[in-house]
Nanobody, 124 residues
Framework: QVQLVESGGGLVQAGGSLRLSCAASGRTFSSYAMGWFRQAPGKEREFVAAISSSGGRTYYADSVKGRFTISRDNAKNTGYLQMSSLKPEDTAVFYC?????????????????WGQGTQVTVSS
């Protein structure tokens, strides 16, 4: 079992920055990859970014490349999503997820555990 708790969401003006954190517990943090997804009202949950278990490989949605940075600190059992140059269309609930084996980094079906989400609202 893995428990994931997101934090760091909030209200920010367009052009601003936020850093989301995902605190993990349960199974060894360095044994699984992590991903961030988001879901806006009335829309499907969509991929934002992912990072391999060691942190050596990262993946991004085209919509956030150059603006968001995913990272992890395996010593602190915590993953991060640094978001900059935020836009109103980034408004969503952001979820972190744990991925053990198999499946794609880019789809929800590739992940085994999910956090409860944190709201990010970007005002224009």
């Amino acid at each position: 079992q893995v428990q994931l708790v997101e934090s760091g969401g909030g209200l920010v003006q367009a052009g601003g920055s936020l850093r989301l954190s995902c605190a993990a517990s349960g199974r060894t943090f360095s044994s699984y990859a992590m991903g961030w997804f988001r879901q806006a009202p009335g829309k499907e949950r969509e991929f934002v970014a992912a990072i391999s278990s060691s942190g050596g490989r990262t993946y991004y949605a085209d919509s956030v490349k150059g603006r968001f940075t995913i990272s992890r600190d395996n010593a602190k059992n915590t993953g991060y999503l640094q978001m900059s140059s935020l836009k109103p269309e980034d408004t969503a609930v952001f979820y972190c997820a744990a991925k053990f084996v198999g499946g794609s980094y880019y789809y929800t079906g590739g992940y085994d555990y999910w956090g409860q989400g944190t709201q990010v609202t970007v005002s224009s």
